[in-house]
């Protein structure tokens, strides 16, 4: 597969996006599935086309099937994210869990990752730096998904100060999680996962486009100023100093 349909990808996941905010009720709702369908779909046919079926196989495993099996934990007995249930306007679900929750984690895992390898050098720093960057995208997508009605929990104290509605202690379920899922995909992806290649500039303009958007996205049009406080400030330690990388390469 050559870069340009990367591209495209990219173009119907920001079209999509914007058209969100747009949009209301089961239109918003299906705008949420699309735009995950889209990600999810750019992010594990980038790993095949850029690193090889053992890569892409690796993302699956790890951030689909390990995706799908936290979450059905989490759904049944409250660990480690705390007890939460989803409603019903995300689609079809399996054990409590709808079917396109995992395909989330799967979409940003990616970029995560190849944002960590340009950072680091060290296999346990770019398990650490991806992470935390998967788990501080969740500061924008709870409070967002929360504020829509997608899913709530039963007790969402103690939460980030202005930030109602989602506990402190689902970051801290999102961050083991994710080192757990790093530390997988960096353990079984193979050695070409580990290099950054020339033709990951799609994923990383994802990276940047989805902090960016996210950050004005709830700063102006959603009504969540805090969470875009937080946000910018926690994923932007991740996000900033591979930008400025970036500009200095260039």
Known sequence: ??????????????????????????TRAALTVSTVLIGYVFSVTHAAATRGPRAALALVGTATLGGFAVEAIGVATGF??????YSGELGPKLLDVPLIIPLAWTWMAWP?????IRLARSAPMRVAIA?????????FLDPQMVAEGYWRWQDPTPALPGVDGVPLGNYLGWLGFALLLMSSLSAVGGRHIKTPGHADAPIIALWFWTYASSVLAHAVFLSLPASAVWGAVLMGIVVLPLAVQQVKRR
């Open 1 to 26: 597969m050559r870069k340009h349909p990367f591209w495209a990808l990219l173009a119907a996941l920001i079209l999509t996006q914007i058209c969100y905010p747009l949009a209301g009720g089961g």
């Open 80 to 85: 480690p994210f705390g007890t939460y249930d």
């Open 112 to 116: 995560a990752w190849l944002a960590a």
């Open 131 to 139: 992470a935390f960057g998967l788990a501080t995208w969740d500061v």
